[in-house]
């Protein structure tokens, strides 16, 4: 088991190939701005993060699939800006929203697509039709 962590986030790898990580500063006030979600922002973010964790476990040797698992707590009120002053009309409307499981079936799959079901959800949860990220990051 490998460990790191600060007093903002950490990051642990099982034995088993597991990785959770916790990171509390994605959604930190963002220009005086509190309770939204910066989109763009949080979906390169997390998707950094994944890839990121992916290619960890190619490198022990772990094969996929490999399940990504998401939840957002203490959102409630939070609205989703797409870019600078758009923020959405609606804001999420529950303090912990669990996003749906996507699997990374192949490594030399684009990232930011497997991880698009999970960022339509967060932009539909603050009331925008879908996520307007298609950016295609490889792993």
Known sequence: MIFSS?????VQLFRNGAIEAIDTTVLEPYAGYPDFVPV??????????VAQYVA?????????????MLTMIGVKGF???TGPQTLGYHSIDRDVLIL????VEDF?????????PIFDTVAQSAGLPESPSN????I
């Open 6 to 10: 600060n007093l903002n986030n950490y």
């Open 40 to 49: 763009g922002a949080f979906e390169q973010r997390i998707t950094a993060a």
């Open 56 to 68: 960890i476990q190619k490198k022990l040797g772990f094969g996929p699939p490999v399940f990504v």
């Open 79 to 81: 609205k989703a800006s």
């Open 100 to 103: 749906p499981d996507v699997a």
């Open 108 to 116: 030399n799959s684009s990232i930011e697509q497997i991880m698009k």
């Open 135 to 138: 950016r295609g990051q490889r």
